[in-house]
């Protein structure tokens, strides 16, 4: 990361709520083909949330803590405040003296905008701005929101603008919270009411909503230059599993989350929403 921070835009998207079971199932069965075609061997990877539900987990993913590879570690970080006694502090690892990784971005010349999803990040409520106000510049609207049934489509392209502003000798660092996976997600599934509520089926039918548009947020973000990005979820959610229903729980399919980074290239064609 030291010789990307300073040189590569940097994007992280959250898919806010996505469970790992969902995420790996739909690409194991070819269903959501835009961001299969940047996982590592068309899977994502197997990590566990630093929190269990948004806020907390986004606190310690902006202090440098992304989700932690589900296997025993340590597992060096690829960014990290100096620590004394950090055990996963690495060679490789991007370290700042800033108490947080978006202002020390900010520091090493980074624009840093945050285009916010759920409630966390709509600013309406003192608490609402605790998370954007970290960035210089945040961007939230209704229609980005979690009762929005066209939430993704209008962040990114809020995102595009972003980014046909942003000057061309400047690096930008953009975060996106993905709202869609959220409850309520049981619109996004053809066929369903109100009455029926959420279900793992909607879930994932909000995810392929995702995909459909997601290369137009990838082929924007690597238009400039080479953009490293990292796309995972904050935090799981349960649909009646061992009779728990929500987050903000200690059970497994809220701690499991899929998690891929990878390099996004300038001139590599991004697939047009089916």
Do not use: K
Request: charged share 20%; hydrophobic share 40%.
């Amino acid at each position: 990361m030291n010789e990307v921070v300073g040189s590569d835009d940097l994007l992280l998207v959250t898919l806010d709520t996505l469970r790992y079971d969902v995420a790996e199932h739909l690409a194991a069965q070819g269903r959501i083909p835009h961001l299969a075609a940047h996982l590592p061997g068309g899977r994502w990877e197997r990590r566990h949330a630093p929190g269990n539900f948004t806020y907390a987990s986004h606190q310690a993913m902006f202090a440098g803590f992304l989700p932690t590879p589900a296997a025993p570690g340590p597992h060096p970080r690829l960014f990290a405040a100096r620590f004394a006694g950090s055990e996963t502090t690495a060679g490789r690892t991007w370290v700042y003296d800033a108490p947080d990784l978006v202002s020390a971005l900010a520091e090493a010349g980074y624009r840093t905008v945050c285009i916010g999803g759920v409630g966390f990040f709509n600013r309406q409520p003192p608490l609402g701005s605790v998370l954007p106000g970290m960035f210089q510049e945040s961007h939230w609207e209704p229609e980005f929101g979690v009762a929005s049934p066209t939430s993704f489509e209008a962040q990114v392209a809020r995102a595009e603008r972003v980014v046909a502003e942003q000057p061309p000798e400047r690096r930008l660092f953009l975060f996106l919270n993905v709202a869609a996976l959220h409850q309520p997600n049981w619109f996004h599934l053809d066929g369903a009411t109100p009455d029926a509520g959420d279900t793992w089926h909607s879930h994932a039918a909000a995810l392929e909503y995702v995909d459909r548009h997601i290369g137009r947020l990838f082929a924007a973000m690597s238009r400039r230059r080479r953009c490293f990005a990292i796309v995972c979820s904050d935090h799981g959610t349960t649909y009646g599993d061992d009779g728990y229903t929500g987050h903000r729980l200690g059970h497994e399919a809220v701690w499991t989350v899929p998690y891929a980074h990878f390099f996004l290239e300038p001139g590599r064609p991004e697939a047009a929403p089916r």
